[in-house]
């Protein structure tokens, strides 16, 4: 019994961690929050300490490089070997591994179905598909190349990749589906819905290109700000809410913005 004990309170303190280090890593986290040079005071402040407190953490950090501090200003940043760090992880980081676990929560959370896809040789191409309980029988496998301006996961790599190479893409898109599947719209056309989805930051489609199918596709984005995921969750129109500001929405869209952390992207605050 005592040696259980004794054993039970080693992995309570292993759980515990050091708090010192979770004390002073507020204070890089607060740097790469605030996503500049910041004073001491405010770079305190933001990690919910003293000044006083804050200064022996910073000085500790910057003889790792951890952080760094101006001459000049003296304000703090993040140091080289902080930047080191941060740009080995970026280089191991493969968004459909990252995304996976969380396409499989999604789906689960939901009871729908998901598809995560990237920009392949011939345009948007499924590369995992998760099924709920109940799955969605939908005429889609891993390969399937999404039609641009016909699907939801089309329509969202539109938006947000460059114009001359979606116009070359939708071009081959008609080609490669045929008019039946991918019926050619005017320029105006396919602008006004490429807008929407940018102003939404979401793709919707509702019951097209498959009768009675709703979808909602969100886009994943990395550190430097480009597409390179997306996420469509896809539901049978009874029991899927269409609505920009429904469930379904907010729970893509959500999940899109966790895989995007993960892969460095810092959204750009709305202007008040």
């Known amino acids: ?14 759980r515990r961690g050091i708090q ?14 605030h996503g500049r040079p910041m004073p001491l005071r405010d770079l305190a402040k933001a990690a919910g300490m003293p000044a006083g407190k804050a200064h022996p953490y910073l000085v500790s950090f910057g ?19 902080a930047i080191q760090l941060g740009l080995v992880s970026l280089q191991m980081l493969n968004p459909v591994r990252e995304a996976t676990p969380y396409g499989e929560q999604l789906a689960e959370a939901t009871g729908h179905s998901v598809a995560l896809s990237v920009w392949g040789n011939h345009g948007p191409t499924i590369v995992r598909l998760v099924d709920p309980i109940y799955p969605l029988h939908v005429n889609l496998r891993t390969g399937t190349v999404m039609s641009l301006a016909g699907t939801a ?19 081959e898109d008609y080609k490669r589906l045929g008019p039946d599947i991918a019926t050619p719209l005017k320029a105006d056309e396919v602008e006004k819905q490429l807008a929407e989805v940018r102003r939404h930051g979401l793709s919707r489609s509702v019951s097209r290109p498959t009768p009675g199918v709703n979808s909602f596709a969100a886009p994943v ?32 869209k959500d999940c899109a913005a966790e895989v995007s952390k993960r892969l460095g992207h ?7």
């Open 20 to 33: 010192s280090i979770e004390v002073g890593g507020q204070l890089l986290l607060a740097l790469g929050s």
């Open 221 to 252: 984005f990395d550190y430097s700000g480009n597409i390179v995921l997306g996420i469509t969750l896809m539901g049978s129109a009874g029991i899927f809410d269409p609505d920009w500001n429904g469930p379904q929405a907010k729970a893509v």
């Open 63 to 81: 003889k790792l490089g951890l952080v760094t501090q101006d001459a000049a200003t003296g304000y703090y940043w993040l140091g080289p070997t």
């Open 153 to 171: 996961t089309g329509r969202l790599f539109a938006a947000y990749l460059p114009k001359q190479l979606i116009e070359e893409s939708m071009r």
């Open 266 to 272: 810092l959204p750009v605050a709305s202007p008040k």
């Open 1 to 14: 019994m005592e040696n259980q004990f004794t054993l039970d309170t080693l992995v309570e303190k292993e």
